[in-house]
């Protein structure tokens, strides 16, 4: 493993277009300008949802309003939200590729009992073909369930998700079981995951190598979950939190995987007051990125969120004296 040295990123907009809230929240594999995400309008949700995409706002006033995914593009420099299932009033955009495809998940008008707390309508993975005009296609479900989302796709127009009941509409037992969707079915990668909720795949490379987290039997909160990566060769493999340390680390996560089979996520112990961003080669070992980082950064790196082919990583740090949260981009040092 070669050194790494950091460097902080300044903050940004995304072009004109934009609505009193939006957050890009997964990682958009997406090398054409092309960047989506959730926004929130300016309408008010009629069957008083709190809409999966609230808990990812940075202000308060983030409940009572419909939310839609959105897309913006580069060489038109505006945002433009995308459309629901009929009879829906909320989407949310997670990821695109360089083929002119986003995908997400958006409510239809089914109104389902398995919708828990104020949740109320059904929601489906979706895909959409970029336009103008934009054009949504469901992806199908594990049979028996109701509710799903997409949350990943490559240039190979392979897919990873979610497929389980509507429940709350943020994981848990929507998250029944971790699929992939490609050639116009969908596979169950994880069929004998030790429990039935919180499975979900977070990214897909070119090479149709899958990561993500696990939901863990004693916690159906999903306060502990374990990192996994599947390949189809050997399956599932289970990504272990950082070895030795104190407080024990019996979390992880993992959120993005490059060509090279370099896997970023997280490592905690299980009250996340110790969080080290981490990254596991070809599955082996976690080594904490805090070991890697050049001296002269003292934030605390508390998560990777995304890795690319250079092995370049982004994520974020906290401030060890104010507590302020930054993020960061990791760049591996020549000469090492």
Not at 216 to 245: C, Q, S, Y
Not at 325 to 334: D, N, S
Request: charged share 15%; glycine share 12%; with cysteine.
């Amino acid at each position: 493993m070669i050194r790494v040295g950091w460097q902080a990123i300044p903050d940004c907009r995304i072009g004109t277009g934009t609505l009193p809230n939006s957050s890009v929240t997964w990682n958009v594999k997406n090398t054409q300008g092309v960047i989506v995400g959730i926004s929130q309008t300016a309408d008010p949700e009629p069957l008083g949802e709190s809409w999966s995409s609230a808990a990812f706002y940075s202000t308060p006033n983030n409940v009572g309003y419909i939310n839609l995914g959105f897309v913006w593009e580069q060489n038109l420099n505006q945002m433009r939200g995308l459309p629901n299932f009929p009879g829906g009033n909320n989407g949310f955009a997670t990821g695109a590729n360089n083929l002119g495809q986003a995908v997400g998940w958006a409510e239809n008008g089914v109104h389902d009992p398995t919708c828990c707390c104020t949740q109320v309508l059904q929601f489906r993975p979706a895909m959409w073909t970029l336009g103008p005009p934009d054009q949504i296609h469901e992806l199908p479900l594990i049979p028996g369930d109701t509710s799903g989302a997409a949350t990943a796709i490559n240039d190979n127009g392979q897919i990873v998700g979610i497929s389980g009941i509507c429940d709350q509409a943020v994981g848990r037992h929507t998250a029944k079981h971790a699929v992939l969707w490609e050639n116009g079915g969908v596979t169950d990668i994880y069929p004998d995951a030790p429990a039935p909720w919180w499975n979900t795949p977070t990214a897909i490379n070119q090479r149709g190598d899958i990561v993500g987290f696990a939901g863990d039997p004693a916690f159906v909160e999903g306060d502990i979950l374990h990192a996994f990566m599947w390949t189809r060769e050997d399956g599932i493999r289970h990504l272990k939190p950082l070895p030795n340390r104190t407080p024990k680390h019996v979390d992880s996560e993992a959120y993005d995987i490059n060509e090279a089979r370099q896997v970023v996520g997280v490592s905690c112990d299980a009250d996340q007051v110790d969080c080290r961003a981490v990254i596991w080669d070809h599955g082996n070992t976690p080594t904490d990125l805090n070991d890697l980082k050049a001296p002269g950064y003292s934030a605390l790196l508390a998560s990777a969120k995304d890795i690319n082919n250079k092995g370049e990583i982004t994520g974020r740090a906290v401030d060890p004296i104010t507590g302020v949260l930054t993020a960061y981009l990791a760049v591996p040092a020549t000469g090492q």
